[in-house]
């Protein structure tokens, strides 16, 4: 442990090297308290880990009831917690085979929204409207066989599409083919498609805010205060060490959980207007839904502990147009997922991650899409940012919290009664969220632009022709959804989900734009785009004792030759002799500046 201290020292000592004196005071300031290999007491790697929880939550809850609009489960609060449980579950499982498999960084695994617009997509073609009964609540009886067949056929549907699309993900990550893909997808690619997710799901947060603006327009005002007003103001709170025994502690909590404590106190708010009975009694009345007492019966309801299983809601289908559908989400999901990788290892003091170590997460990512389909969540798995900038917040980068974190997501989806208590929550609640997150993807987006040359005509041609059509062509198609008529009617459903895809059509006209418009790789952001070579220059001892493979298996492979022809296999790491040298030179400037994509 003592000698393992050395390199975690160097790991954290690596963003002062070769960055001269006058970032000195900075980077005092922003010190990691725990490097990436650290192991923390166990107790503070179960605070953290409910941190890194608690973090991701909003996202991964808010999945499963966006789709249950989609997949006629408005009214079956029981299901929606299964689903809620499930997604959970398989979340907790992805991070755990990311951390100690795959890229091997503090990383926390959950569900897409890169998945959600081909998905409502596909749910929304004519076979798959929602019958007219499933939108009346006491119509609904969600025990009988018709019901669950309603909705379980589009969960199977969906599941084949995004377990057939995760094969791609696999073979792109474990054949090595993501450094190809880099070189010609840049900012004005990602940028629409990734803004496009976000602004595609405009009506889904309408729909739900509508139902009681003041409720919404709450919890909105809520998370703004909490994560842009409060969040540099510190929260004094007790804590106890062998050292300082009791004393007080200062905790940015605001910048921590701001979704968490905006949903908390709109639903607290909520509570007392019903018991107190502001708000309207009768379903037909504006307000209703914004009772907390409308699903009470599903906690009561739900079975204390159920266990998740592959194929829970019978043998999933495929279909062409679902699954083209998916693999625009399966790319955009991707190339997210590689700038986080090189923002976590800056963030937990892990040097820049080589070429193999990309390829392992990329793979992995593949595998837990592929788990989650199989599942049944009606989603894929990736990287959560939020997550990674929360490393950034609290100084701690080792992946033993990120494992607790996993495993606290496990048994979250083990224990169904929390996952119905999610389910109570009320409608404009959720709506206010939606409200602040989808703008904020939205906004990610457009951030993927500070690489590329905006005061260049072509790229503001190009960027705003595709956001335009992205949202021109899908809202024309809906309105007109007997246009395509090609005869044949598997391709007429290929058409409607790709024309219906908003991030599909944003980012085809990008990449096809991008990549044929003339221009200067500078011009187009791609040089700083990909200004981090996808090589395995950084095979040092630092590198090794981070992304290598656990267990010793590197060890035993490193006597095989043909290991270094595997893509995402580490090369024969460097003895201790041959690395000494690597060890004392300083990284260089430009490497530093570029990891934080």
């Not at 166990?42 to 989609?70: E, V």
């Not at 690619?189 to 990734?194: C, E, G, L, R, S």
Request: glycine share 10%.
């Amino acid at each position: 442990m003592h000698g393992n201290r050395e390199i975690h020292g160097h790991f954290c000592e690596l963003e002062n090297d070769g960055e001269g004196s006058d970032l000195s005071e900075e980077d005092d300031k922003n010190k990691l308290a725990y490097c990436v290999t650290d192991v923390p007491a166990w107790y503070l790697c179960i605070i953290l880990g409910i941190q890194h929880l608690l973090t991701a939550f909003g996202g991964i809850i808010a999945i499963p009831l966006i789709l249950s609009q989609g997949l006629c489960l408005q009214h079956d609060g029981l299901t929606q917690g299964h689903l809620i449980s499930t997604i959970f579950f398989v979340s907790g499982v992805c991070t755990l085979l990311q951390v100690t498999f795959g890229i091997r960084l503090p990383i926390v695994q959950g569900g897409t929204f890169a998945f959600l617009a081909p998905s409502m997509a596909m749910l929304s073609m004519p076979e798959w409207t929602c019958p007219a009964w499933t939108q009346n609540a006491s119509l609904v009886n969600t025990t009988s066989p018709e019901y669950i067949d309603v909705w379980q056929s589009r969960m199977r549907e969906l599941q084949g599409s995004i377990m057939v699309g995760s094969l791609f993900q696999v073979l792109v990550g474990f054949s090595g083919l993501i450094g190809f893909f880099m070189r010609f997808i840049g900012p004005l690619t990602i940028a629409p498609t990734i803004s496009l997710i976000g602004l595609s799901l405009y009506d889904s947060a309408g729909m739900s805010a509508g139902n009681h603006w003041g409720i919404s327009t709450m919890t909105t005002a809520l998370i703004i205060l909490f994560s842009q007003y409060l969040r540099h103001i510190p929260v004094p709170f007790p804590t106890y060490n062998k050292t300082k025994k009791l004393h007080t502690s200062r905790i940015y909590i605001f910048q921590l959980l701001p979704v968490l404590l905006g949903i908390t106190l709109s639903w607290l708010i909520c509570y007392i207007f019903t018991i107190s009975n502001v708000l309207p009694s009768e379903p037909e009345q504006y307000g209703y839904l914004a009772r907390t007492d409308l699903k009470g019966d599903v906690i009561s309801q739900a079975p204390w502990f159920r266990f998740p299983y592959p194929g829970q809601w019978g043998l999933p289908t495929v279909s062409l147009a679902g699954l083209v559908g998916i693999l625009a989400g399966v790319l955009s999901s991707m190339i997210e997922s590689v700038g986080d990788y090189h923002a976590c290892a800056r963030l937990s003091g892990a040097p820049p991650p080589p070429k193999h170590a990309i390829n392992r997460g990329i793979g992995i990512e593949g595998i837990g899409c592929l788990l989650a389909g199989a599942w049944g969540t009606g989603n894929g798995t990736t990287s959560y940012s939020e997550n990674v900038g929360a490393l950034g917040i609290t100084k701690v980068g080792s992946r033993m919290v990120i494992v607790a974190g996993g495993v606290l997501m496990i048994i979250m989806g083990l224990f169904c009664k929390i996952g119905a208590i999610f389910t109570t929550i009320p409608t404009p609640v959720i709506g206010g969220m939606f409200l602040v997150m989808f703008g904020v993807i939205s906004a990610a987006g457009v951030s993927n632009l500070q690489y590329a040359d905006m005061n260049s005509s072509r790229n503001v041609f190009i960027f705003g022709f595709s956001m335009f059509s992205g949202l021109v062509i899908p809202n024309w198609i809906f309105k007109n959804p007997d246009a395509i008529a090609t005869g044949v009617a598997e391709l007429d459903q290929l058409l409607q989900v790709l024309l219906t895809t908003s991030m599909f059509i944003g980012g085809f006209f990008g990449f096809f734009l991008d990549n044929t418009i003339p221009g200067t790789l500078r011009e187009r952001g791609i040089m700083d785009w990909n200004k981090i070579p996808l090589d395995d220059s950084s095979n040092t001892l630092e590198s090794c004792e981070v992304y290598n493979l656990p267990f010793g298996i590197s060890s035993c492979l490193s006597s095989f030759s043909w290991v270094r022809y595997v893509p995402f296999l580490p090369p024969n790491a460097p003895s201790s002799q041959d690395s000494l040298a690597t060890k004392q030179q300083p990284v260089k400037p430009e490497v530093i500046r570029s990891v934080a994509l």
